[in-house]
């Protein structure tokens, strides 16, 4: 929808687009086995807490008698009985599940001529949705909320018919927060000392917690995520034309706060390699987050300047000549929480300090192309280009040392890439996100 707000001078427009989908998921895992009337009457019972077959053991862990000990009285009741035979006929647990998806995205673009010469445009766009999917076992599932806020101002200036010049300004915001609800809530005991989050951890017992949607029995471990992101833009870009050069020149400066909240294992992840290790109330492995160092909040910025040349050799035959150069800060945690390690090092070999050397003082891109009208006559076309592009690092290793090897190809402006980090200081762990600034384009 849009239309004139002012004859001639000011016009609005504004979009909206809405998404509703329902899809259903049919979701099977391996579950304890037990009877199934109907199907596998004679299935043994392994969910009596005394003479239980599955938890009987002569080897590691001794377990003669079959008794269910400690925290796995509480555990096993919690996995589905099953209700139908898998491949070897192993037991196993389905149940529908409907994902819900909604997408809310909307727009809206005010545009104003001030007079011939000078023109301005301001836009601001929104994009929310959810989704939700079921894990292995009810009622565990994840969900995934997400929201993109994008504000441009631009204005074009012409200067003669050979100059012209456009300024913008952008802001965009970016929230995503994916959770795993631990459904039995806070009144759930807690299962290790010093359990940050309360509920339900997350139990993965070789050859039982097998399932289409992988994962074990309880939320996802690593979940919930929380990461805020704003990008402050300033791009200014001019055209001139001289005889037979029709010249390009501008900048890019973009400024990031990106703020992370990991909260890995705090509920606990707790690993058996079997059915009978788990019912004797032993683990294999069990991964706890104790924190608090679960929060970063980086900042660092990319300044860009760039030049470029249409020259009109022949009347068929244009050569593209340009540079590009592009710096970035080094991503730097707002409460000084940085840190980095050497791949040869033994424990505690974290060093409080930079993440890494900054690799991008040389990022220099030159680039040339041509365009050549074969016959004169605007019908057919060739085109070719070369260019050297760099970009910012795809992904940092957490046991390479940064500060040292962080040898990485640089940019390019159309989509940024920036650190992912968390868990305590010099724990290293890093990721990639790729957030397209949206909000400076047309």
């Avoid at 996995?79 to 727009?107: D, M, R």
């Avoid at 809530?185 to 097998?210: A, E, K, M």
């Avoid at 980086?298 to 009347?315: E, H, M, N």
């Avoid at 505690?348 to 891109?365: E, K, T």
Wanted: net charge positive; aromatic share 14%; glycine share 10%.
């Amino acid at each position: 929808m849009g239309g004139p707000v002012k004859k001639d001078k000011t016009f609005f427009f504004g979009a909206f687009e809405g998404l509703r989908e329902t899809i259903g998921q049919t979701i099977v895992s391996t579950t304890v086995s037990a009877p199934i009337p109907g199907i596998a009457p004679n299935l043994q019972n392994c969910f009596v807490l005394t003479n239980n077959p599955c938890a009987k053991s002569t080897t590691n862990p001794v377990n003669p008698t079959g008794a269910v000990i400690g925290g796995a009285q509480v555990i096993l009741p919690l996995f589905p009985h099953p209700n139908l035979l898998g491949p070897n006929n192993l037991p196993e647990a389905t149940y529908p599940f409907s994902e819900p998806i909604t997408e809310n995205w909307g727009q809206g673009r005010l545009d104003h001529t001030f007079s011939a010469a000078d023109a301005f445009f301001a836009r601001y766009t929104i994009d929310d949705s959810y989704y939700a999917n079921g894990l292995a076992y009810q009622p565990f599932d994840q969900t995934q909320a997400t929201r993109g806020q994008f504000v441009t101002f631009s204005e074009n200036h012409i200067f003669s018919s050979a100059l012209l010049n456009t300024a913008r300004f952008s802001f965009s915001r970016t929230t995503y927060h994916i959770d795993s609800p631990s459904t039995f809530g806070p009144g759930f005991p807690s299962l290790f000392v010093g359990q940050q989050n309360p509920g339900l951890g997350t139990f993965q017992i070789t050859g039982v917690t097998v399932s289409t949607q992988g994962g074990g029995l309880g939320p996802t471990s690593t979940l919930p995520v929380d990461q805020l992101q704003h990008i402050f833009t300033w791009s200014d870009d001019l055209f001139y034309v001289k005889g037979k050069h029709s010249f390009k020149f501008g900048t890019l400066i973009n400024h990031y706060q990106q703020d992370m909240f990991n909260n890995n294992a705090n509920r606990g992840a707790f690993t058996s390699t079997s059915l009978a290790q788990f019912l004797s109330g032993s683990f294999s492995s069990v991964t706890v987050g104790l924190g608090p160092y679960d929060r970063r909040h980086y900042r660092y910025s990319t300044f860009g300047v760039y030049a470029q040349d249409d020259y009109k050799i022949l009347p068929n035959l244009t050569l593209n000549l340009g540079l590009r150069y592009e710096f970035a800060t080094v991503a730097t945690d707002r409460d000084g929480l940085n840190s980095s390690s050497t791949p040869t090092c033994t424990y505690p070999c974290y060093q409080v300090g930079p993440l890494y050397n900054n690799p991008y003082l040389h990022n220099f891109s030159p680039r040339i192309g041509f365009a050549w009208d074969v016959f004169g006559n605007g019908k057919t076309s060739v085109r070719g280009g070369l260019a050297s592009v760099r970009r910012r690092n795809a992904r940092f290793d957490a046991q390479c040392d940064c500060r040292q090897s962080a040898t990485v190809w640089g940019l390019h402006h159309s989509g940024h890439y920036f650190l992912y980090y968390s868990g305590w200081p010099g724990r290293g762990q890093y990721d990639r996100r790729n957030q397209p600034d949206r909000g400076a384009r047309p």
